[in-house]
């Protein structure tokens, strides 16, 4: 047990142990990727606090708040950054230091920064050198088929749009066909097509018997796609398995909703009389902040009135206030 | 090896502003050559052969130009990288840290050798103008010393951007106070100045009694030296990107 402060200041012991493996057939045996008693901090600031899991073939979603620690634990998980304390493997062994572990683990990056003089292909292509590929092309048009990117390819990634560069970082990832693929927030800045897509990729892979963990602060995005969750607050697991019954738990809550629109007080107005939303207010940005204890419902209900409305849609989000409440309700359990 | 993060890299240092800096800081001397010409007075060849040899290569472009112009491009090669995140599109991939940076080094190397090149041969044709066969025996020996400062200092600070974030201004700062001013008074550093060992390569290879530089090194021992530097630097290189964290 060890005392860190954390970014907040509150001083904080750390969470009893969770020894939790995920995924199709879960076992400590089946696990692909083991964290065991694993810490990592940045001077006073605890990132990961303690963690221990194991994830076995199958998707599993990582779900949290923004700074709750999950980009954090894909990074240790894929050797980019060492734990402070406790060990990190993959098959078996320490991705670290460890180079010969990429030829069967990929990572797609929260990052957006990709080689921008490059084409869409160029990149791909130059990941599959990397992993020593021979013959390159096949692999290289397979895994651009993949992201559906082969009108888009042969054009430099300084030009492509926030979505397709990361439907093609995702190329890049897969191109070696590894059976371990890590993705950080794979889905942001992707359009609803875009979305659906990846989404189908993402449940396809871990059909295949490869281990997917794809993190998320988005609750209905990772229902999508994972069966099994891992839901990381403040650095801690707070909770870990199937995602229903851990969905029972975060729907005892509200949840807030963000939603910026071309008229946002009719579609308030619209709002206001469905069940599924208990509120309705609208901020200081012209932004609809609406509260709702049915998310699925009201993700469904959104794009209707606005449809019926003739209201166009800009973004709808969840608020970071309400994952973080959500979320912190969890730990409090 | 197929030298694909050298090609990558040399993409990189093509489409960016260091490309252009380097290249204005290796002509530097050139318009310094012209100012030199057009100065009313009649030169003799001795004095042109001094201008050039002493004071536009050992004084200007061996302790200065050289040193600056190979600092901005071997603190782009991986700091750029880790700046923006894209180092991990190398790290993340089954190949020795050795071999990044090695082939990183070899980028610095290709891509300087050139720029280098054409300033110094531009500088001597200006000095030269008119003078070419008196001038003749000081043009290789001066492209030939330049290898020992680009390999050296392009391991040097390729190191250097790998171990500090300010690695161009800490550059800059060694480059100015150690290899031009403290080298080149206090006689104990001037044997750990990669600048001295340029300048002594140099004037071993100029063979003639007017160029000159305290406590001349012997050419086995400059090259001895240079080799050492760099494979000094690219272990310590290697060592730390292993054990580096990236974002």
Redesign the interface.
């Known amino acids: 047990m060890f005392r860190k402060k954390r970014a907040n200041g509150d001083l904080d012991d750390a969470q009893d142990r969770v020894a939790v493996t995920t995924g199709m057939g879960a076992s400590a045996a089946a696990a692909t990727i083991e964290l065991d008693q694993v810490s990592k901090w940045y001077g006073d600031i605890v990132a990961v606090s303690d963690v221990s899991f194991g994830i076995g073939p199958g998707v599993t979603g990582l779900l949290g708040p923004n700074g709750a620690g999950k980009s954090t634990a894909l990074k240790m998980m894929a050797g980019l950054q060492a734990p402070s304390s406790g060990s990190v493997r993959i098959d078996g062994h320490s991705p670290r230091g460890n180079p010969p572990t990429y030829r069967n683990l990929g990572l797609v990056s929260e990052h957006e920064v990709i080689y921008p003089f490059l084409t869409g292909r160029d990149f791909v292509r130059l990941n599959a050198k990397l992993q020593g590929l021979r013959p390159l092309d096949e692999a290289v048009e397979r895994a651009i088929a993949l992201v559906d990117m082969q009108s888009a390819a042969g054009r430099k990634i300084g030009g492509y749009s926030k979505g397709m560069r990361q439907r093609i970082k995702v190329a890049g990832a897969l191109v070696h066909d590894p059976d371990v693929i890590l993705m950080d927030e794979p889905l942001n800045g992707t359009d609803p097509v875009q979305r659906a897509q990846l989404i189908r990729l993402i449940r396809e892979l871990g059909a295949s018997g490869k281990t997917v963990v794809v993190s998320s602060h988005v609750l209905v995005e990772v229902e999508r796609f994972a069966e099994n969750i891992l839901v990381i607050v403040n650095g801690k697991l707070a909770a870990a398995g199937d995602f229903r019954a851990i969905r029972e738990k975060i729907d005892a809550h509200d949840h807030e909703v963000r939603i910026r629109s071309s008229d946002p007080r009719r579609l308030a107005s619209a709002l206001i009389g469905e069940t599924a939303v208990h509120a309705v207010r609208i901020d200081a940005q012209d932004r609809i902040i609406a509260s709702t204890g049915d998310v699925l419902a009201f993700y469904r209900l959104v794009p209707k009135a606005a449809q019926r409305l003739q209201i166009r849609l800009f973004e709808v989000q969840p608020t970071d206030d309400s994952l973080s409440s959500v979320f912190s309700y969890l730990v409090e359990k | 090896m197929?030298l694909?993060?050298t090609i990558?890299t040399i993409?990189?240092f093509l489409?960016s502003r260091s490309i252009y800096v380097v290249l204005g800081i290796s002509l530097l001397a050139s318009v310094l050559a012209v100012i030199v010409q057009v100065t009313p007075g009649e030169m003799s060849i001795r004095d042109l052969r001094d201008i050039f040899a002493n004071v536009l290569y050992q004084d200007l472009i061996a302790a200065t130009l050289l040193p600056l112009a190979t600092l901005v491009l071997s603190t782009a090669a991986v700091g750029d990288e880790i700046e923006?995140?894209?180092l991990?599109?190398?790290?993340?991939?089954?190949?020795?840290?050795f071999r990044i940076v090695f082939e990183k080094l070899l980028a610095v190397i290709v891509v300087m050798v050139p720029i280098v090149w054409l300033g110094i041969a531009v500088t001597w044709a200006i000095v030269a103008f008119g003078n070419v066969d008196a001038l003749r025996n000081l043009l290789w020996p001066a492209l030939a010393s330049s290898l020992v400062a680009i390999v050296g200092f392009g391991s040097l600070f390729l190191l250097l951007s790998m171990v500090m974030q300010r690695a161009l201004l800490v550059g800059v700062f060694y480059v100015f106070v150690w290899e031009t001013a403290l080298s080149r008074f206090l006689p104990g550093i001037r044997s750990i100045s990669i600048r001295h060992y340029t300048q002594s390569l140099f004037v071993r290879l100029v063979d003639d009694r007017r160029v000159d530089v305290p406590q001349l090194s012997a050419q086995s021992t400059v090259i001895v030296t240079t080799v050492a530097i760099c494979v000094v630097c690219v272990i310590l290189a290697t060592w730390r990107l292993?054990?580096m964290?990236?974002?």
């Open positions: 197929s694909t993060i990558l993409r990189q489409r923006d995140r894209t991990q599109y190398l790290t993340l991939k089954p190949i020795g840290r292993r054990s964290s990236l974002e």
